[in-house]
């Protein structure tokens, strides 16, 4: 009978051996699935006489071939390369939007500029005239569909983290589902490979939307999120949502619901899919959709400022070409209030005072008390100052001010600043009379006839306007253009040269004689004359009536060589159909000058570098994006390597298992019968 029991066990464990591997085989292809190794022990020996015989061996163990730590570094490796990926497809399209001369804003703005130069050659040719406008348009047009694109992936950004938190909320829960069961297998001391290994494979799911730490406790495996928030405890599962940012409605921010309370994850999740979007959006689409906006602001006001200071072809002081940076819509959307403000806090209008200062930051205002008020840049933090409402003017802070309307904050209230998110999509070409193109320059200079001496303005040397004024100020701007008109023609005239003959005094004139201002030149050198209008009316009153302070208007102007004593130069406003170009000269100076960031140590850069800037910024984030993608996808592979090499099914291992088993069977198989012919044979003797 011992050697029929040995028999026995030997055919059962082979048999057992058998179907563990049948199953690896089966399995082969079984995601996340451990290969299986069965274990065995050799029975309690029996004593006979003064020996110890062994009495067969028994199944011990269905062991899992796994290692926690490999595991662990799968689960990293995925959540770090979906991060990589989720990021670098984002950010590739966008570098593709932007670099390309079909697409992007560089080719309109070059178009644009080569208009203006066409026109400047040929100033009095309207169809020339009306090819600017249509460029002025086609620009408009360009930066609306560019700001439209990102604002159409914040839309799908918003809609993706929407569908993966709800993937990342089943997954969770399939987690704490899978450890009560395994919890309750193993307090009975039994070994749920499978169910081990559905859970560690679902963890690893979730790692492709989140990154997530792993704690094992009790057997559980509990999941924490962000700086230790659980998202797992046990069999208990919290859920990620998607919701409305209270300081951003077009953002979706990340909060964990307790049940009980709930607590904004948006700045603490990283890693997964999830991360990788957030990652992107907060470093690449923000400060782009920003920068964007900032080119187009000083694109709006550069050009309506130097087209408000133009003549155009009807003898009128130039229309904007686009539309008001500062209309009232504009100026209530730059502000967002949070959600959670005091009643009747009202929000702050955002007022554009200086296009070339401003950032591609947003801002954070926190009242301190009803009146007083701190401003953040973001997304650093970085404190800028201390301001109060009761300030008039309203502060001006990097080129804009902030005037609280509509309500009374309170201590606590915060507010969102975004001065140049929405100005590429808002920005619109208003004129659409080419005549109204302010192509010549308001002041013209010519010598008197009867002039004596050799006095002579250059070509250069024509009035330029020094004086700048607030086009969005509808009082300040229609005073300045109708003073020019009724307080010219002025004069220039020349007295006695010193008499050593280094200095030369003049006088400038009004129409009745009466002297506006005056200065010296030094005879026979090119000489610059700075000069100034007192404005008035079409009564002649001054501009505005006393008390207030009249408005002036200051030009500059070259001339050259030694007038005679009496030699006048009239000045006047230009005339209708002017051939002069200087005014378009300037609009097409902006392709160069310096009207970005001027409030920088570099003290600015042009429109094209500034857009340039852009394109370089996000292109080298895309390269850097493939780059990390490779890493990722390389350490990914590594760890699916790693793992499979340990506890991934090999055909050919088990293949040579599978014979093993059998001939051990067999072998098995053949104890059994020697022990039947040994008992079948003492049987016969007796």
Partial sequence: ?????????????????????????ANVDTAGYSRQQTVQNTKGSNQYGNVWIGSGTTLADVRRVY?????????????????????????TPLDKLLSDSGTGLNGALTKFFASVQNVNAKPGDDASRQLLLSDAQA????????????????????????????????????????????SQISSSGGQPNELLDARNETIRQLSTFTGAQVVERDG???????????????GTSSKLEMTPSKTDPSRLGVVLNYGSSVIDMTANITGGEIGGLLRYRSTVLDPAMNELGRVALVVAD???????QGIDKNGDFGGSLF??????????????????????????EVTIKDSGKLTINDYRVTFTSATDYTVQRLPEGTAIGAFSTTTNPPPVIDGFSLKLTNGTAAAGDTFKITPTRNAATNIKTEMTDSKRLAIAAPLGAAIASGASGTLTIPASGQPTLTTKFDIYDATTATAMQNGLKYSTPVKVVFGDPSADGTSQGYQLLDAKGGVLSSGTIKPGQSNTLNLTIALKDSTGAPIPPAPATQYTASFDMTVAGAPGKGTAINISLSEPGTLDNRNGSILAGLQTRQTVDTGSASKGISLTDAYGKLVEGVGAKAAQGKLDSAATDAILANAKGARDSLSGVDLDEETGNLVKFQQYYTASSQIIKAAQETFATLISSL
């Fill in 323 to 348: 539309n008001s940076i500062n209309s009232a819509a504009n100026i209530a959307q730059r502000s967002i209030a949070t959600d959670g403000n005091s009643v009747g806090s009202g929000n702050f």
């Fill in 139 to 182: 620009l408009s047009a360009r930066f609306n569909s560019v700001s439209s694109q990102l604002n159409a992936q914040n839309s799908d950004i918003n809609g993706n983290l929407t569908s993966m938190a709800d993937q990342v909320n089943k997954l969770a829960a399939t987690v704490a589902q899978l450890n009560q069961k395994i």
């Fill in 1 to 25: 009978m011992s050697l029929l029991n040995i028999g026995m066990s030997g055919l059962s464990a082979s048999q057992s051996s058998l179907v563990v591997t049948g199953n690896n085989i």
């Fill in 67 to 91: 290692n926690s730590y490999i595991d662990a570094q799968l689960q990293t490796s995925t959540s770090l390369n979906s991060d990589a990926a989720a990021y670098q497809a984002q950010v």
């Fill in 302 to 308: 550069q050009m309506n400022t130097i087209q408000a």
């Fill in 220 to 234: 559980n495996m509990d999941l924490y999120l962000g700086n230790g928030q659980p998202l797992v405890i046990g």
